[in-house]
Structure formats: C-alpha cells, structure tokens
C-alpha cells in the first residue's frame, strides 16, 4: 500500500498542530514549515474539518486546531479519512481482473490491508509527537516551545 501525499501532508499537520502549545497554526505557518503548496494545503485542512479532525478558525487571528485531543485521534482514523481508497489491487473494489472470483488473491490482500489498518489503528497522534518537542519545533523552524 502507497499513502497519497494528502494523507502525508494531513498527518504532518495535525503533528504541527499537536506540537503547538496553543494547538493552532495557520495554512500558511503549516506550508512554510513542511515546504509544501499553500494551494495543496488548503485542500488538505478542507478534508481535515471535514472529517471533525481539525477545527478551523475564521478571521484575523485564524488558522486551524486540533478537533480533539490528540490521544483522542487514532492514526487509523487519519488515514482511513484522507485515503480515497484503501485497496492494495483493484479487484479489491470490484474492478475488473480477468480472473475475479476465481482466484484466492483477493482474500490475501484483504488480510493484507486490514493487517496494515490495525497496526495504524494501534496508535494516536499522542503516541508520535509531544507537545513542544524542541527538536521537531526547530526542525519545523517554528523557534523554541513555549515556556
């Protein structure tokens, strides 16, 4: 399994997030700390409130938070809402394959796939990001936590 760079790019900000003491950024602080399109972004923080991941902020002083705590956030649920489709192979999804329904393939990538899902289903945000680690902060060039 490939995860799209939606997926990507929505993990590392709700990471960006998490690692806020304030948990909240802007579209643009996000794009300039992963070097990515503000364009792209958007797209991405859209899908992330949409799925109740993120709350987003209007006005002067707005940007996005974290929905929720993030040991409330399962990895799962991330990449289950930012994929648009999970299947290791197309029969997965009913798509045509010569040899559909006759074949044991199928039953093997479907074990596969949901092998994969329970492991991200073993972790929330918490579990891979502390808030205001200095080390990912200064990687990120967003400067000390605060204190």
Do not use: W
């Not at 364009?39 to 974290?66: C, D, F, P, W, Y």
């Not at 192979?89 to 596969?112: D, H, P, R, S």
């Amino acid at each position: 399994m490939h995860l799209t760079m939606f997926t990507d790019y929505g993990l590392r900000t709700l990471i960006l997030l998490a690692l806020r003491p304030d948990g909240q950024a802007s579209i643009p602080e996000v794009a300039a700390a992963y070097g990515i399109s503000e364009n792209h972004l958007t797209k991405v923080a859209h899908a992330l409130g949409q799925s109740g991941l993120v709350e987003t902020i209007r006005g002067r002083k707005g940007g996005m938070r974290l929905g929720r705590p993030a040991a409330k956030i399962g990895l799962g649920e991330v990449v289950r809402a930012m994929e648009p489709s999970l299947a290791l192979v197309t029969c997965q999804e009913g798509g045509a394959c010569a040899i559909g329904g006759c074949c044991g393939l199928q039953g093997v990538m479907n074990e596969a796939q949901a092998a994969l899902l329970a492991v991200f289903d073993r972790y929330t945000l918490a579990d891979v990001v502390t808030p205001g680690d200095a080390r990912l902060l200064a990687r990120l060039g967003l400067g000390e936590p605060a204190r």
